[in-house]
């Protein structure tokens, strides 16, 4: 996601080059009007690169700004539309906010 923590997308983004790949990155428009645009900004990555997804990392809170982000929704796209099996979830900002 485009609104994802640097520190991690700088790893992320280190590690797929010295593997030869490449990042990319859903664009989450701001200010948010609905979660159903952070849905639609990843379904739009997918759709716009078939068959070149192997991994997905998704912030459930974004640091800036507080965003909450439906994971249970993306992962579950990730899956279905991406064919993407290997997704890490960043639940730091999470703990304490989300009730269960």
């Known amino acids: 996601l485009s609104s994802g923590y640097k520190a991690c997308n700088f790893c ?8 030869g790949g490449e990042v990319i990155t859903a664009h989450i ?8 645009e952070i849905i639609d ?4 990555a997918i759709r716009q690169n ?3 997804l192997r991994f997905a990392y ?4 974004t640091s800036q700004p507080s965003v909450l982000v439906p994971v249970k929704e993306i992962v579950q796209i990730c899956k279905e539309e991406g064919g993407i099996e290997e997704i890490a ?3 730091a900002h999470a703990l304490g906010i ?3």
């Not at 998704?58 to 809170?61: A, C, G, N, P, R």
């Open 12 to 19: 992320i983004k280190e590690y797929c080059e010295s593997a």
């Open 29 to 36: 428009p701001f200010p948010l009007r609905s979660s159903e």
């Open 41 to 44: 900004g990843v379904r739009k």
């Open 50 to 52: 078939p068959g070149k």
């Open 58 to 61: 998704i912030d459930h809170i």
């Open 89 to 91: 979830i960043d639940g």
């Open 98 to 100: 989300i009730p269960e």
